[in-house]
């Protein structure tokens, strides 16, 4: 069983920025790559970036440019740091880890709420 606890979510002006941190703990040894999703009042929940452990990314396209996905492998520990923030991006954010078995992401966080606004 793996556990997965989110934070650095907030208010922040647009054009601001926010890091988000997700420390997993538990079966660790079973996570082979994590990502972050989101999910806006109303719609779907979507991807929003993933990382493997050898460090190949995969971004939606509506961020590229703007958040970058990092981890630390030993401690299972995956950030986003989310720049040049926009209203759009406002969503509740859940960190997820992708169980090397299956290959599906099985893991959920709680999320952390990100509120994009003057």
């Known amino acids: 069983q793996v556990q997965l606890v989110e934070s650095g979510g907030g208010l922040v002006q647009p054009g601001g920025s926010l890091r988000l941190s997700c420390a997993a703990s538990?079966?660790?040894?079973?996570?082979?790559?994590m990502g972050w999703y989101r999910q806006a009042q109303g719609k779907q929940r979507e991807l929003v970036a993933a990382?493997?452990?050898?460090?190949?990314?995969n971004y939606a396209d509506s961020v590229k440019g703007r958040f970058t996905i990092s981890r630390d492998n030993a401690k299972k520990t995956v950030y986003l740091q989310m720049n040049s923030l926009r209203p759009e991006d406002t969503a509740v954010y859940f960190c997820s880890a992708r169980n090397e078995l299956s290959g599906e992401y099985d893991y959920w966080g709680q999320g952390t709420q990100v509120t994009v606004s003057s």
């Open positions: 990382i493997t452990s050898g460090g190949s990314t």
């Open positions: 538990g079966s660790i040894l079973s996570i082979d790559a």
